[in-house]
Every structure is written in structure tokens, then in C-alpha cells.
């Protein structure tokens, strides 16, 4: 709890913070509103994307890709306490280096479940507006795995904050894995192998909500078509909870043998 | 007995093929001015670095308070290493009151209010960091190490980037903790600055322990006189006469003689008239740090 009040007054004056987290919680519901006003043809309509309980898995998904901007956050609050040298006045105050990397878990700890929370009532607020009858918490089980998926991209971009260490190049590393790292291990590899991968595990966490269904399509049509991301959505839940611990335990070792 | 506040074994720190430090072994007890002394590069920092946890030692140890090297000893430690590290977006009060979180400090108000007074920064405490000069910077650096009266002060440089003024300030405040009875270290490559504060001193050179001594030790064992006379040969003739004195340097207008401390110029003096010379002058040259150093340095 300690290392939580020291990060806060780090952040809670840090106007990039601030700026990162207003555009965050404004852009989502206006992704959300623009949804509502456009009909796409073929498409499900508003009440079919935004009431309950496809609203679970459409605004996670939507939320998903957003993360990208306080994920940039992470990797720059990590990167800043390199270049102000305030990580090693840290140390030199007291504070251990497992200390260091614990009280930045804890700042991607809370951030998540404050991103969680937002979505949860976000997602309620569109629900209602939206819903025509469907269950308010089928499906709420999305919000969870992506909490997950939130804790463990975080968590990645804190470690690569810690690897590489420079602002603009830990960023453009973060925005590289985000946008197309599970793209080329899926070109490389295959969905087979891919799809146990962190960052293509972490993204199928909340898959693009017409996956199922499009799957489906596909199988309708070729029923020799083999299906390739059939993990059950709780067990790649544990694993990504694996990679998470990972990438702290990661960050953590980097750390521990390296001269500040 | 003083208590062992820090005691160093054996301690070795590499970058590759380059030896920065060199099987350091020291003893700081409690209540010393301890003074690093050394030309740059000579393993001052790293020697800190590594003392206060942000270096990785290749090999040997040292001991805090006699706890080793648990990171809960750092919290009794005030140290300023090399450049002034703060958040630039936060003000001096903000900066500090992270720094009181992380040491534990009680009364976090005051002690801030106390510390910043202290280092004549009050007037500016609600202003950013990354306004301060460097001369501000560095004394909320000072600041920072005097929080929560820790029993040791670490400093490097403590006085880098200090105009005349605050250089002496700084010294002062330096010299009165010294006098409340605790420890400091002091690394720095300014003589004057070690002769004025310290009284043990290490010298360093490319990452190996030269001398380490009281101030006193180095700076009196040697005292020096210039001595002149109509009849230099004779003055020599008598000088050789003098019990463990020596001709250190001799021109065709005086010696420059090193006796023990006992004697005094007036000994000198005295010695010569008994002898039948009568000097012309005589000047008293005590031995400075810096001749000293410069003397263990280039050996």
C-alpha cells in the first residue's frame, strides 16, 4: 500500500497522465455513441451491438484496442523514472529494486481495475440505453478476461520499459507488438502454434465479437475447414495470468543484475 | 571504541576488461568526516554507487551499521550521487515528500518545512524542479540527503554547481552536522574542499586505495621551513646537525628543510644562533593536502 501512495504522488501531478487518461475515457464512449449513430449495412443493429448482452463482448473488444494509449502511459511512466534518474534516487532512498518493479505492477494493478470498472459501467450505461429484454450479466464474463487481457498488456509494456529503457524506442516497440507482432507470428507459425503465443493469447482474449459467427459461416460452407482458435476462453484466461506473472518476474530479474 | 558505521571488504567492481575499483577494504566509524579524495575517474562514484545499492559490486562485500547490505539501511543514509535526481513536473515540496514517503519520515510537514530552510530553498519550495538553477538543484539535492536527520550523509560533490556563496554555506552546514556527531562521507576532487571538511581521508587512483589516514596524519607530518642565510653551506652543516631533520630542496638562496612537529621555528631559530648562524629568514610552510596528494598521486 505504501509503494501505491508513493506512485500516486508521482502521477497524481503528472499532467501526460491526465491527458492520456481523459482522451482514454472520452474516446470510448464516443466510439461507442458513433456506433449508435451509423447503421451498417448488414451489419446487427445498435440494440444488437450496444444492449445486453453483446455489449460485453463489443465494448471490450473495442476497449481492447484502445488500451493502446494507456499502455503508451505505462511504458512512459516506466521509461521517465530512467531518464529523471528518479528510479535510482528510489534505490538510493530505500527502496529495494523488487520495490521498484512491485510498486509499477501496482500502478498497471490499479490502472486496470480502474479501466475494468469504467468499462463495467460503461457498459451498463449503453446497455440500458440500448437493450430491447437480454440478460444484463450474460456475458459479463468478457469484462473479466479483459481485465486480464488489460493487466497483461500493461505488464508487457512495463517490461519492455525496463529492457529497452528509452522513451520513444520502448514506445515504438509497444505500438509494433500492440498493432502487428501477433500478425507476423500467425504468418510465421501458423494459427496453431500462434495462438499459444503472449501477445496473440493476451489479443484472443477478447476476440473480434463476429468471429463465432463468421467461423461458423465458414464452417456452413466447407465442413472439412478445421478450427483453429478453439481454446476454452478460462484456460487461455490462466495462461495469460501465466505470461503476466512472467513479465513481471522478467522485469524483475532485468532489473536485479543490471548497475542503475 | 567509536562504532563501525561502514566497513568495506575486499570490494571489486569490473566493466569488462576495465578495473574501476580494486580490492577496496576501509573502516568508517562513527562520527567521521570521511573524505574520498581522488583525480576523475579514480573510482569515487563507483565506490558510492555501489555503497548505496545502485552499482552491482563484481566481488567483496561491505556492511552497513554492521546489517550488511540490506536495503532498509539506506533509509538511515542521506546521499546526494553525482547529479540531483528529482521529477521535473513536481516542486521541491512534492519532490520531498516522495522521498519522506520511501525513508519513512515522521512529521513529514515540518521536516520538510526544517530541511528546505536549511539549504535556504523555502522561499522557492512551491516552485517546479525543472525551473531551479543548478545551484538550486543541487542544494534541494542536499536537502533530500538531510531528510529525517539520517545518521549517515553520503555526498558526492556536494558543492558541484554552487556559486562562491553557496559553496561556503554548504561547507558550513556540512561542518555543523559533522559536529551534531554523525557520519559523513564525502567523495569529491576538490582538495580544498576535503581539507576543509574531512578528517580521515582515502585517496583513490584509477580504482585503488593510495593512503588512507587521518587529515592530521597527512597534512602535519611533514612540516616544512624555509630557511635562508648569509652562509648557506655552513646552514646546511648545521641543519644535518638537527635530530630527524632533512634538506628537502636547496637553491642559492635557501633550504627547504622538513622537520619533525616537535620542533618549532622558534626551536629552529634558536638551534641555528647556538650554532653561530644567524638567518635571514625563516617561513614556516605547513604541507597542504594538495601537496600530499599530488606526492601519493604520481608516485
Given at each position: 500500500?505504501?509503494?501505491l501512495?508513493?506512485?500516486?504522488l ?9 491527458a492520456?487518461m ?7 464512449p ?10 451498417f449495412?448488414?451489419?446487427?443493429s ?8 453483446n ?6 473488444y ?8 494507456p499502455g503508451i ?10 531518464s ?8 538510493i532512498d530505500?527502496?529495494?529494486r ?6 509499477k ?16 459501467v ?13 440478460s444484463v ?5 468478457n469484462?473479466?478476461?479483459f ?5 497483461g ?17 520502448s ?8 498493432f ?17 503465443m503472449?501477445?496473440?493469447?493476451l ?7 463476429l ?5 461458423a ?10 478450427v483453429?482458435?478453439?481454446?476454452n ?5 490462466l ?13 524483475f ?5 543490471r548497475?542503475l | ?34 573524505g574520498?579524495l581522488?583525480?576523475n ?6 565506490t ?63 521536516e520538510?518545512q526544517r ?15 525543472r525551473?531551479?538553477s543548478?545551484?538550486?538543484?543541487q ?8 531528510l529525517?536527520e539520517?545518521?549517515v ?5 556536494p ?5 562562491p556563496e553557496?559553496?561556503a ?8 552536522i559533522?559536529?551534531?556527531g554523525k557520519?559523513?562521507?564525502?567523495a ?15 585517496i ?7 593512503k ?17 642565510s ?5 646552514l646546511?652543516e648545521?641543519?644535518a ?5 632533512h634538506?628537502a ?5 635557501e633550504?627547504?628543510?622538513e ?18 648562524i ?22
Amino acid at each position: 500500500m505504501e509503494l501505491l501512495k508513493i506512485e500516486f504522488l508521482k502521477i497524481k501531478h503528472y499532467t501526460v497522465f491526465r491527458a492520456f487518461m481523459i482522451i482514454f475515457a472520452v474516446l470510448l464512449p464516443l466510439v461507442l455513441f458513433s456506433i449508435s449513430l451509423i447503421k451498417f449495412p448488414g451489419f446487427p443493429s445498435q440494440s444488437q451491438i450496444l444492449g445486453f448482452p453483446n455489449i460485453w463482448s463489443n465494448l471490450t473488444y473495442i476497449a481492447g484496442w484502445v488500451n493502446l494509449l494507456p499502455g503508451i502511459l505505462v511504458v512512459a511512466l516506466v521509461c521517465n523514472e530512467i531518464s529523471f534518474k528518479t528510479q535510482k534516487q528510489n534505490v538510493i532512498d530505500g527502496l529495494s529494486r523488487l520495490d521498484v518493479i512491485l510498486s509499477k505492477f501496482y500502478v498497471v494493478l490499479g490502472l486496470s481495475i480502474a479501466i475494468t470498472l469504467y468499462i463495467f459501467v460503461l457498459g451498463l450505461v449503453f446497455g440500458f440505453i440500448y437493450s430491447r429484454g437480454g440478460s444484463v450479466f450474460s456475458g459479463i464474463d468478457n469484462v473479466l478476461f479483459f481485465f486480464i487481457q488489460t493487466l497483461g498488456v500493461f505488464s508487457l509494456a512495463l517490461l519492455l520499459g525496463v529492457i529497452i529503457r528509452i522513451s520513444s524506442l520502448s514506445i515504438l516497440a509497444y505500438i509494433f507488438i500492440f498493432f502487428f507482432l501477433g500478425i507476423i507470428i500467425e504468418e510465421s507459425i501458423g494459427d496453431v502454434i500462434a495462438q499459444w503465443m503472449p501477445t496473440n493469447m493476451l489479443a484472443d482474449l477478447t476476440p473480434f465479437p463476429l468471429y463465432d459467427d463468421i467461423n461458423a459461416m465458414q464452417r456452413m460452407a466447407d465442413p472439412t475447414m478445421e478450427v483453429v482458435k478453439d481454446i476454452n476462453p478460462w484456460v487461455r484466461a490462466l495462461i495469460c495470468s501465466i505470461y503476466t506473472g512472467g513479465f513481471i518476474v522478467l522485469s524483475f530479474f532485468t532489473m536485479k543484475n543490471r548497475d542503475l | 571504541m567509536s562504532e563501525t558505521i561502514l566497513k568495506i571488504e575486499n570490494l571489486c567492481k569490473n566493466y569488462g576488461n576495465l578495473k574501476a575499483l580494486t580490492n577496496l577494504n576501509v573502516e568508517v566509524k562513527s562520527g567521521t568526516v570521511f573524505g574520498i579524495l581522488g583525480p576523475n575517474g579514480s573510482g569515487k562514484t563507483t565506490t558510492l554507487g555501489i555503497l548505496v545499492g545502485v552499482l552491482n559490486a563484481s566481488s567483496g562485500s561491505f556492511s552497513w551499521f554492521g546489517n550488511g547490505q540490506e536495503d532498509a539501511n539506506r533509509r538511515r543514509i542521506g546521499t546526494l550521487l553525482e547529479t540531483p535526481n528529482f521529477y521535473p513536473y513536481l516542486n521541491a515540496v512534492q519532490n520531498l515528500e516522495i522521498v519522506a514517503k520511501i525513508k519513512r519520515v515522521e512529521n513529514v510537514t515540518d521536516e520538510i518545512q526544517r530541511v528546505l530552510q536549511a539549504v535556504d530553498l523555502y522561499a522557492r519550495r512551491l516552485s517546479e524542479f525543472r525551473s531551479f538553477s543548478l545551484g538550486m538543484k543541487q542544494r534541494l539535492a542536499i536537502a533530500s540527503a538531510l531528510l529525517g536527520e539520517p545518521d549517515v550523509l553520503v555526498l558526492d560533490e556536494p558543492t558541484n554547481g554552487l556559486d562562491p556563496e553557496g559553496i561556503a554555506e554548504i561547507r558550513s552546514l556540512i561542518i555543523d552536522i559533522a559536529k551534531e556527531g554523525k557520519t559523513i562521507i564525502v567523495a569529491s576532487h576538490q582538495l580544498d574542499e576535503i581539507e576543509k571538511i574531512c578528517n580521515r581521508v582515502l585517496i583513490l587512483k584509477n580504482g585503488v586505495a593510495l593512503k588512507e589516514s587521518a587529515l592530521d596524519e597527512l597534512t602535519e607530518k611533514k612540516r616544512q621551513v624555509a630557511i635562508s642565510s648569509d652562509d648557506l653551506k655552513r646552514l646546511e652543516e648545521v641543519v644535518a646537525t638537527i635530530n630527524g631533520a632533512h634538506i628537502a630542496k636547496s637553491t642559492h638562496l635557501e633550504l627547504l628543510i622538513e622537520v619533525p612537529e616537535s620542533y618549532s621555528a622558534a626551536d629552529i631559530n634558536k638551534f641555528c644562533f647556538e650554532n653561530g648562524i644567524v638567518l635571514n629568514s625563516l617561513k614556516e610552510i605547513q604541507k597542504s593536502l594538495e601537496d600530499q596528494f599530488l606526492e601519493i598521486v604520481k608516485k
